[in-house]
């Protein structure tokens, strides 16, 4: 990937405008951090540029290396080379991670030449030494049962399975304990000498110490409040959010602005 431009992106959620004009640029091989306060549209935006059907593209493009992606589906954005890892990654029963792994390395390779099964196996060796999982964890079924940590090593390890282009990490770090950070961010760096751009969320400053990106950009109220450089984290992680309201008059907010549910509502609410 040379460049990722989000040029004043409008996204609504179940009819809910969630981003309200997101402008951003990731260059090749560039590591942008993104931070936010909670429910400021973070995820969000990672969900649209990945293609979810949920999210509703209202206004504004995505372009990857000068191509409009922005309608594009999702297996269509994948193959082009983005690679989205979950907050809270899905449990699949009746899946078992295995053939989930097959499948999705054979969509990203010529119909008529299926990854074989010594390289396969190579592959999940490799990578599940990478990031620490037991081998045996591929009999199982997709993330079910996982713990917390186990399943953000999962979604590293399918990183690596389909080497990306643009990878975007929502909350890769949280569920894992001191040393599984450190190990994911191994994994992380070298992903990134392989030349693969990343847009990483997080709260915190000490996934970022270990992957130190190159630029920072904050997510208030559905816009990206300030883009700069990687000291913003440092900031954040010491000050929070309080000095945008201060320097750049931007009202963080915290309520939804929509009527809030009263509870005597779901009360009288009759089930289907
Ligand atoms: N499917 C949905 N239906 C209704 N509202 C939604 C839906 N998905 C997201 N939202 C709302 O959109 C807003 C932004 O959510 P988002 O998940 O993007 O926030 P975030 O910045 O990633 O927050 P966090 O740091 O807590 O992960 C929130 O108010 C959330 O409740
Ligand atoms: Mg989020």
Redesign the pocket.
């Known amino acids: 990937m040379k460049e990722l431009i989000i040029k004043d992106l409008f996204v609504s959620?179940?009819g809910?405008m969630?981003l309200k004009g997101v402008n951003l640029k990731i260059e090749n091989n560039e590591m942008v951090a993104l931070l936010?306060?909670?429910?400021?549209?973070?995820?969000?935006?990672l969900n649209a540029i990945m293609g979810h059907p949920?999210y509703k593209i209202e206004q504004g493009q995505i372009l990857l290396d000068g191509e409009d992606i922005t309608s594009l589906d999702v297996d269509v954005r994948a193959k082009r080379g983005l690679f989205m890892a979950f907050?809270n990654p899905p449990e699949v029963s009746g899946v078992e991670t295995m053939d989930f792994y097959k499948e999705m390395i054979n969509s990203h390779r010529e119909q008529d030449n299926p990854v074989g099964l010594f390289q396969f196996y190579n592959m999940l060796k490799k990578g599940y030494k990478e990031v620490d999982l037991p081998e045996d964890m591929n009999t199982r079924h997709l993330n079910e049962g996982f713990s917390g940590g186990e399943k953000k090593r999962n979604e590293i390890m399918q990183m690596r399975l389909l080497n990306p282009s643009l990878c975007m990490l929502?909350?890769i770090d949280s569920g894992l304990d001191v040393d599984s950070i450190k190990t994911i961010s191994n994994v992380i760096n070298s992903q990134k000498e392989n030349g693969t751009s990343f847009l990483v969320?997080s709260?915190y400053a000490r996934l970022f110490e270990l992957i130190k990106p190159t630029r920072a950009a904050i997510?208030i109220n559905g816009k990206i409040a300030v883009d700069g450089d990687a000291s913003l984290i440092q900031r954040v992680d010491t000050e929070g959010y309080d000095w945008i309201r201060k320097e750049y008059g931007i009202e963080v907010k915290k309520e939804?602005d929509k009527k809030p549910v009263v509870l005597e509502t779901c009360a009288v609410k009759k089930v289907k």
């Open positions: 959620v179940e809910k969630i936010g306060p909670n429910g400021h549209g973070k995820s969000t935006l949920r907050q929502d909350e969320i709260h997510m939804d």
